[in-house]
């Protein structure tokens, strides 16, 4: 009961947020799929381009002939490699501002005093916003659909944006998760760190792509593991892709969660 | 319900360099407002946040009403018999006082009965502002509040009146006392002796990381006996007193001498036969007894 109590207190303090960042988002689907039908007239032309442009580009863009003339990858290339960055970044903010904000401030004492474990405090927290998030990227993901059915001569593209949710969601969880780590261990400096750790992870998976002698790169980054790139081609990502980002992120939880519980909190 | 509301048994938190608190030991007893007293960074916040488990120490042991607290979730069993006020912060900012009373109560999983309402109107607190508006002293009064909400047993306050004006002060050490005249335990530190020794029954000192002193606030204040200062007397009135008192007991201050001593009467006496008026008693204070101790 006393988990509820906080689970619905942090759901109250964080739902305006999750309203802003879907409503930006909602904007910005408004803007694009207008324009997808005139794009995918003129895909012929688009292969064109793309044939001129350097082969390790358009690899590591996941630019081709699908990328604009077909509704997924005109969604993927125009809108969810966007969206997939911009959702680690929302992620590590709010994953490093739901506990280290308030050990900084002192609210949290308000919690300690009172008849609940931090445990319980730890999962409200976790939970509430892990919940706000799949609301969040599942009202995005059916806004999509609609608006491709509205906006489109194309069919909604279920397959790809069911994998996109799932992918919105685990880079969302995997970097709220490392937020959270950083955010119990310092006192200051953690979304630097973090967004350092995106762009780092974000540029090896470029560069996994652009050279060969970087391959081995893609091993240390999600965006590998998670690439929406193929289900635009038709394919899927691979089931012990996701349980292995799923795994990661389940760990950097459960340290995080030791960090918080053991840690000294003084005044 | 056991005698000792609080029982802790060499306690220790070593920052080193004297920071910290070492070898902590002292038992509260049911009714008791006890003040912690000591000099900035003597221990006193580090003490209290051990006691909550906030801290963990790196030995000793501490008992809350009955209950052994060994580990984070051994003090579960008994918050909801606890209250506590931080030195600072505890509160939510942008919530207003009635919020943060309402989730209070919710998580010590008590019924509202308005009884914050009458408390905050007995405080002057605006409860529909939000916390970030309101002045130190009215986020005192929701931090006391918040913490007394559930009527606990042992209330513990780390600097509850510190940065307060007077008025404000004596509304809070109001709160407090009426508390404890329901039988329940009050902890408190303060760097004001003054307040300390208006509001608490015993007193326990700290100074760098070790308790000094633990005593009735009654005994402290009564050891030394009593000053008698005389304006200016004159010198066959001194002569007579010197027969009387020891040197040491006789101390110039400016134009006055002060005279402790145990018993009024053989001075009063003196005084009477000279019919010199100039002179005033005064009841020592902790401040005066402690002051060398800072």
Same mark, same amino acid.
């Given at each position: 009961?006393? =988990?509820?109590?906080?689970?619905?207190?942090?759901?109250?303090?964080?739902?305006?947020?999750?309203?802003?960042?879907?409503?930006?988002?909602?904007?910005?689907? @408004?803007?694009?799929?207008?324009?997808?039908?005139?794009?995918?007239?003129?895909?012929?032309?688009?292969?064109?381009? =793309?044939?001129?442009?350097?082969?390790?580009?358009?690899?590591?863009?996941?630019?081709?002939?699908?990328?604009?003339?077909?509704?997924?990858?005109?969604?993927?290339?125009?809108?969810?490699?966007?969206?997939?960055?911009?959702?680690?970044?929302?992620?590590?903010?709010? &994953?490093?501002?739901?506990?280290?904000?308030?050990?900084?401030?002192?609210?949290?004492?308000?919690?300690?005093?009172?008849?609940?474990?931090?445990?319980?405090?730890?999962?409200?927290?976790?939970?509430?916003?892990?919940?706000?998030?799949?609301?969040?990227?599942?009202?995005?993901?059916?806004?999509?659909?609609? %608006?491709?059915?509205?906006?489109?001569?194309?069919?909604?593209?279920?397959?790809?944006?069911?994998?996109?949710?799932?992918?919105?969601?685990?880079?969302?969880?995997?970097?709220?998760?490392?937020?959270?780590? @950083? %955010?119990?261990?310092?006192? %200051?400096?953690?979304?630097?760190? %973090?967004?350092?750790?995106?762009?780092?992870?974000?540029?090896?998976?470029?560069?996994?792509?652009?050279?060969?002698?970087?391959?081995?790169?893609?091993? @240390?980054?999600? =965006?590998?593991?998670?690439?929406?790139?193929?289900?635009?081609?038709?394919?899927?990502?691979?089931?012990?892709?996701?349980?292995?980002?799923?795994?990661?992120?389940? &760990?950097?939880?459960?340290?995080?969660?030791?960090?918080?519980?053991?840690?000294?909190?003084?005044? | 319900?056991?005698?000792?509301?609080?029982?802790? $048994?060499?306690?220790? $938190?070593?920052?080193?360099?004297?920071?910290?608190?070492?070898?902590?030991?002292?038992?509260?007893?049911?009714?008791?407002?006890?003040?912690?007293?000591?000099?900035?960074?003597?221990?006193?916040?580090?003490?209290?946040?051990?006691?909550?488990?906030?801290?963990?120490?790196? !030995?000793?042991?501490?008992?809350?009403?009955?209950?052994?607290?060994?580990?984070?979730?051994?003090?579960?069993?008994?918050?909801?018999?606890?209250?506590?006020?931080? *030195?600072?912060?505890?509160?939510?900012?942008?919530?207003?006082?009635?919020?943060?009373?309402?989730?209070?109560?919710?998580?010590?999983?008590?019924?509202?009965?308005?009884?914050?309402?009458?408390?905050?109107?007995?405080?002057?607190?605006?409860?529909?502002?939000?916390?970030?508006?309101?002045?130190?002293?009215?986020?005192?009064?929701?931090?006391?509040?918040? *913490?007394?909400?559930?009527?606990?047993?042992?209330?513990?306050? +780390?600097?509850?009146?510190?940065?307060?004006?007077?008025?404000?002060?004596?509304?809070?050490?109001?709160?407090?006392? +009426?508390?404890?005249?329901?039988?329940?335990?009050?902890?408190?530190?303060?760097?004001?002796?003054?307040?300390?020794?208006?509001?608490?029954?015993?007193?326990?000192?700290? $100074? +760098?990381?070790?308790?000094?002193?633990?005593?009735?606030?009654?005994?402290?204040?009564?050891?030394?006996?009593?000053?008698?200062?005389?304006?200016?007397?004159?010198?066959?009135?001194?002569? !007579?007193?010197?027969?009387?008192?020891?040197?040491?007991?006789?101390?110039?201050?400016?134009?006055?001498?002060?005279?402790?001593?145990? !018993?009024?009467?053989?001075?009063? $006496?003196?005084?009477?036969?000279?019919?010199?008026? +100039?002179?005033?008693?005064?009841?020592?204070?902790?401040?005066?007894?402690?002051?060398?101790?800072?």
């Amino acid at each position: 009961m006393k =988990y509820l109590h906080i689970f619905n207190f942090e759901v109250k303090r964080s739902y305006k947020i999750f309203i802003w960042w879907t409503i930006a988002w909602v904007l910005m689907i @408004l803007m694009l799929l207008p324009f997808y039908n005139t794009f995918s007239t003129q895909g012929q032309e688009f292969a064109q381009v =793309y044939q001129s442009l350097p082969d390790a580009f358009k690899v590591a863009f996941n630019l081709n002939e699908l990328s604009l003339s077909t509704i997924s990858g005109y969604i993927n290339t125009e809108l969810m490699e966007l969206l997939e960055l911009f959702s680690c970044f929302f992620g590590l903010y709010l &994953g490093s501002r739901s506990i280290q904000k308030e050990i900084n401030n002192k609210s949290i004492l308000f919690l300690l005093s009172k008849p609940v474990s931090r445990t319980k405090i730890f999962l409200a927290k976790v939970d509430s916003i892990f919940l706000l998030s799949v609301a969040s990227n599942a009202i995005l993901m059916l806004f999509l659909g609609f %608006g491709v059915i509205f906006f489109t001569d194309a069919d909604a593209p279920v397959k790809y944006l069911a994998y996109s949710f799932v992918v919105l969601m685990l880079m969302f969880t995997l970097y709220y998760a490392l937020g959270i780590l @950083l %955010g119990v261990i310092k006192d %200051g400096g953690t979304i630097a760190i %973090g967004a350092i750790v995106i762009i780092v992870t974000f540029m090896f998976n470029i560069m996994s792509k652009i050279s060969d002698s970087a391959d081995f790169l893609k091993y @240390l980054t999600p =965006y590998h593991y998670l690439d929406l790139g193929p289900v635009v081609s038709g394919q899927s990502i691979a089931i012990e892709n996701i349980f292995f980002i799923l795994i990661i992120a389940l &760990g950097l939880f459960v340290l995080g969660f030791r960090v918080f519980t053991n840690r000294d909190i003084d005044t | 319900m056991a005698d000792s509301f609080l029982e802790v $048994k060499n306690l220790t $938190k070593n920052y080193g360099n004297g920071k910290g608190a070492i070898d902590i030991s002292f038992s509260l007893n049911s009714g008791e407002i006890v003040g912690f007293v000591g000099p900035n960074g003597a221990g006193k916040s580090t003490t209290m946040e051990m006691i909550m488990s906030l801290i963990n120490p790196d !030995r000793g042991s501490r008992k809350i009403l009955g209950e052994e607290i060994n580990d984070r979730s051994d003090i579960q069993k008994v918050m909801s018999r606890v209250g506590y006020l931080a *030195a600072e912060g505890g509160l939510y900012e942008d919530l207003t006082g009635k919020q943060i009373f309402n989730y209070a109560e919710k998580l010590y999983g008590i019924e509202s009965n308005g009884e914050f309402e009458k408390l905050a109107t007995e405080l002057q607190l605006d409860i529909n502002k939000k916390v970030k508006a309101l002045s130190l002293g009215n986020k005192k009064k929701v931090g006391i509040i918040q *913490a007394i909400i559930h009527q606990p047993d042992l209330l513990i306050l +780390d600097e509850p009146t510190s940065g307060l004006d007077p008025l404000i002060q004596q509304q809070i050490l109001n709160i407090i006392k +009426d508390f404890s005249s329901k039988g329940r335990t009050v902890f408190l530190s303060s760097h004001n002796l003054a307040e300390v020794q208006s509001v608490c029954d015993r007193v326990i000192m700290i $100074k +760098d990381a070790k308790i000094i002193f633990d005593d009735k606030t009654e005994s402290i204040i009564n050891e030394n006996g009593k000053e008698i200062r005389l304006i200016n007397p004159p010198k066959i009135i001194l002569d !007579r007193i010197r027969n009387v008192l020891q040197d040491e007991s006789i101390k110039e201050s400016g134009t006055e001498i002060v005279l402790t001593v145990k !018993r009024l009467h053989p001075i009063l $006496k003196i005084l009477m036969e000279y019919e010199f008026e +100039d002179f005033y008693i005064e009841k020592p204070s902790l401040e005066k007894r402690f002051i060398n101790l800072y």
